[in-house]
């Protein structure tokens, strides 16, 4: 479970951090950073969909409480390299991160990392009964 879910992370991550330097550089200043947002959340959550499935069969993830173990891990990963990126990058402290999650287009986004914490299990859940 902790490959898949790093797995999960990684491949989810890097996809993300390419769109976000494009929303970022090029999208928001186009059409607003809350747009910007809506335009990307589609866009990973569907890259989402389509690698937890692969992970989940790779590693023999095939029980409810292991594929949310794999989602709430990878999404902890997800918000420690975030908070480190913005830190590094931005230069934020914790507590600016954190506020900013909580204002439109942050909390936008935290939603569509919960989403992302989700999917392992929904994906599971849609599978058909064998």
Do not use: D, H, K, N
Not at 1 to 7: H, N
Not at 34 to 51: D, H, Y
């Amino acid at each position: 479970m902790i490959r898949a879910a790093l797995g999960y992370f990684a491949g989810v991550f890097m996809l993300g951090f390419l769109l976000g330097t494009l929303r970022s550089l090029w999208l928001a200043p186009l059409l607003g950073a809350t747009l910007a947002v809506l335009c990307e959340i589609p866009v990973m959550l569907g890259a989402s969909l389509w690698l937890a499935p692969r992970l989940m069969r790779r590693w023999g993830i095939a029980r409810l409480w292991p594929a949310l173990a794999m989602g709430t891990l990878a999404f902890a990963c997800l918000m420690l390299a975030e908070a480190g990126l913005a830190s590094v990058v931005l230069g934020q402290g914790m507590a600016q991160w954190f506020r900013a999650l909580w204002q439109t287009p942050g909390w936008i986004g935290l939603a569509g990392q919960v989403g992302f914490a989700l999917i392992p299990a929904i994906c599971l859940l849609r599978q058909p009964a064998p």
